[in-house]
C-alpha cells in the first residue's frame, strides 16, 4: 500500500475549481497511479473530514511553445472530493 502523504500532490486553485466551494466539493492534483478509495484515505488523514464521494479524471497535457520550440505539459490526474454537509477545508478558506 502506498504511503498516503504521497497520494495528494497539490489544490487545483482555478475559478471552476473555487466555484464548485459552494457546493462542497474540493479539487486536488494527484499521484497517476492513486485510486479513489486512497484518495478518501488521504483526504480524510490529512484534512480531519469525512469525504462523501471521490471523482477521478486524468488531464492530458498540452502542447506549448516558445519560439521554435515545441515542449508539453505533463499529463495529471484530478480528483473533486465532495464532504459530508457542515465539513471544511481550512487552505481553502478566503478564496
Not at 498540452?62 to 499529463?75: A, W
Request: a positive charge.
Amino acid at each position: 500500500m502506498r504511503d498516503l502523504r504521497e497520494v495528494l500532490v497539490r489544490p487545483v486553485v482555478t475559478e471552476k475549481s473555487t466555484g464548485l466551494l459552494s457546493e462542497n466539493k474540493y479539487t486536488f492534483y494527484v499521484n497517476r497511479d492513486a485510486n479513489k478509495i486512497e484518495i478518501k484515505q488521504a483526504v480524510e488523514q490529512r484534512f480531519k473530514v469525512h469525504v462523501m464521494d471521490v471523482r477521478t479524471m486524468m488531464v492530458k497535457g498540452k502542447i506549448k511553445r516558445r519560439g521554435r520550440y515545441v515542449g508539453r505539459t505533463s499529463d495529471r490526474k484530478k480528483a473533486i472530493v465532495t464532504l459530508r454537509p457542515g465539513d471544511r477545508i481550512a487552505i481553502f478558506e478566503g478564496m
